[in-house]
């Protein structure tokens, strides 16, 4: 019935050939013409109006034009008509597509992300369980290294051949150690941590004994035990002895060569603790963090190809195994002390 200029130069239509020739319907896509039966139609019968409606109307060069529309049911002089108000939406149907493009992008990026990190996790356990295989298969030559060692030992060497026999069985059990530290951690990141067999015990004579041994071992080395309290619990005397080990090492490797090494194991009525302290370069405050982390090497100087940096690690988890904790104290005049707490 009546258009004005602005639609008429948005289609490319004059009014002539709009104003009594073609229905509104009749400028709509094809699916626009659905939705006006199916919707706009209807809804304009029972409500009376329609709001912020998008529609694709054809532009006489049979372009399509995005439009927002609305439109109000209306009796005007005992005809019902339609009064319609259409604004272009090019912007917005442009910024609707670089929303809907930047979803799927989004989507693309997150799909992607979430193959990296299946990926990245079974490369993880993949490298894992090849340190346990390698690890666990290791053990069988080294063992046999030691046993020829400890053979040749019993038939009369020489004071040279000695020293070599030991040079061999010093490095043979210090990579057996480095071994056993490897299963354990795989054991620790791929299971639920360090399984633990607890049987009954004086804790006192299972530290007293990793000492003796480790005395033999560290040749030179002033190592003391101190007892104090008394009493038994329950513990698991290979791993006690194992955590014992490896904070001795610890404070053998990076303790001052010329002062003694302290281990001091305390039984009290609800608890046990084992304590070792070296004297020497105190752990830097910015490396305490840290310490008990997997592959973390110590502090201060190089450790000569000591250890695989699990020692520590492997502390933390075998008291974690008993309920228990560790803990760190260092500085100039008192020394570092590593304690392990055990519950009673």
């Known amino acids: 019935m009546r258009v004005n200029a602005t639609l008429c130069g948005w289609l490319g239509y004059s009014a002539d050939e709009l104003v009594g020739k073609r229905k509104v319907q009749d400028l709509l896509s094809m699916g626009g013409k659905i939705f006006h039966q199916t919707h706009w139609a209807p809804l304009l019968q029972m409500q009376g109006s329609v709001s912020e409606v998008r529609l694709e109307l054809i532009h006489k060069d049979g372009s399509r034009v995005p439009m927002i529309m609305n439109a109000v049911r209306r009796e005007r002089a005992g005809a019902v008509v339609h009064d319609l108000a259409a604004f272009v939406a090019r912007d917005r149907d442009k910024f609707e597509q670089e929303l809907v493009a930047s979803r ?138 194992q955590l014992v080990v490896n904070l001795v090492t610890n404070a053998v490797a990076y303790g001052d060569a010329s002062r003694p090494v302290i281990v001091t194991s305390t039984a009290r009525a609800d608890s046990f603790s084992v304590s070792v302290l070296n004297f020497g370069t105190p752990i830097p405050a910015e490396a305490m963090p840290s310490l008990f982390e997997p592959m973390v090497r110590g502090h201060g100087h190089s450790n000569g190809g ?32 590593f304690t392990a707490h055990f519950p009673g």
């Open 104 to 241: 799927k992008r989004l989507e693309a990026a997150i799909e992607e992300a979430t193959g990296l990190q299946e990926e990245a996790k079974d490369r993880a356990l993949f490298a894992e369980q090849m340190m346990a295989i390698v690890s666990h298969d290791l053990r069988t030559p080294l063992a046999t290294i030691l046993m020829s060692a400890q053979v040749l030992g019993r038939r009369a060497p020489s004071a040279d051949q000695l020293r070599v026999l030991e040079r061999i069985s010093r490095a043979a059990s210090r990579a057996n150690r480095m071994v056993s530290d490897l299963l354990d951690f795989t054991r620790a990141r791929l299971g639920k941590g360090l399984a633990v067999e607890r049987r009954r015990l004086n804790p006192h004579s299972a530290v007293a004994d990793s000492v003796e041994e480790l005395t033999s071992a560290c040749p030179g080395r002033d190592l003391q035990h101190v007892r104090e309290g008394s009493g038994h619990g329950l513990f698991d005397v290979d791993r006690l002895a």
């Open 306 to 337: 000591r250890s695989v940096g699990l020692g520590l690690y492997i502390v933390s988890e075998i008291a974690k195994a008993h309920g228990g904790s560790v803990e760190v104290s260092s500085d100039e005049v008192s020394g570092t002390q």
